[in-house]
T-cell receptor, first 115, second 114 residues
């Protein structure tokens, strides 16, 4: 089945540690996104990538980093510089620029808790 | 920059009541508009979308939305809700000025009592 796979589903991290969230898609989409979902704040864009080896900061990129070495993969690293990392993280993909009428497809999300 | 406003953050209804969720966007040009739904424990999925043509669009599970360009609105409606409609609903816009990056509203949490 085509789709987006995020792993792990739940993640616990100690303060001061970096952690990497995985996102893989087999939809052959060019564009991939990371959003953070907090109660009452909707989905806020962290980073996005419209093509391999290129990515751009979103609205709340501070304390996060990404890479896009393969079309299928867009991992997100939550660094120790992120002041409030406990949240639900969603990865999404879409066909890309030029397909504005196409919807985004989402993974199941990763719930990160800093302890 | 484009933005999306959802007016109702929490809505509680009884089954068979009618539903209307407001959504306004700020972008003057051509837009593509979406409603997504997140059922408890499930991933976000598309409910319906508008990109051109008939401004009244129909989606899954009896939902519909009307695009009113003059009001920059894309309100979601359902004449009679069911308990299974309990979910979080997000309005979103893709616009050329935003490089077609999906921009989401804050979401509306809908609870339907049986």
């Amino acid at each position: 089945d085509g789709g987006i796979t995020q792993s792990p589903k739940y993640l616990f991290r100690k303060e001061g540690q970096n952690v990497t969230l995985s996102c893989e898609q087999n939809l052959n989409h060019d564009a991939m996104y990371w959003y953070r979902q907090d109660p009452g704040q909707g989905l806020r864009l962290i980073y996005y990538s419209q093509i391999v080896n290129d990515f751009q900061k979103g609205d709340i990129a501070e304390g996060y980093s990404v890479s896009r070495e393969k079309k299928e993969s867009f991992p997100l690293t939550v660094t120790s510089a992120q002041k409030n990392p406990t949240a639900f993280y969603l990865c999404a993909s879409s066909p890309g620029t030029g397909f504005g009428d196409a919807e985004a497809f989402f993974g199941q999300g990763t719930r990160l808790t800093v302890v | 920059a484009q933005s999306v406003s959802q007016h109702n953050h929490h809505v509680i209804l009884s089954e068979a009541a009618s539903l209307e969720l407001g959504c306004n966007y700020s972008y003057g040009g051509t837009v593509n508009l979406f409603w997504y739904v997140q059922y408890p424990g499930q991933h976000l999925q598309l409910l319906l979308k508008y990109f051109s043509g008939d401004p009244l669009v129909k989606g899954i599970k009896g939902f519909e939305a009307e695009f009113i360009k003059s009001k920059f609105s894309f309100n979601l409606r359902k004449p009679s809700v069911q308990w299974s409609d309990t979910a979080e609903y997000f309005c979103a816009v893709n616009a050329p000025g935003g490089s077609y990056i999906p921009t989401f509203g804050r979401g509306t949490s809908l609870i339907v009592h049986p």
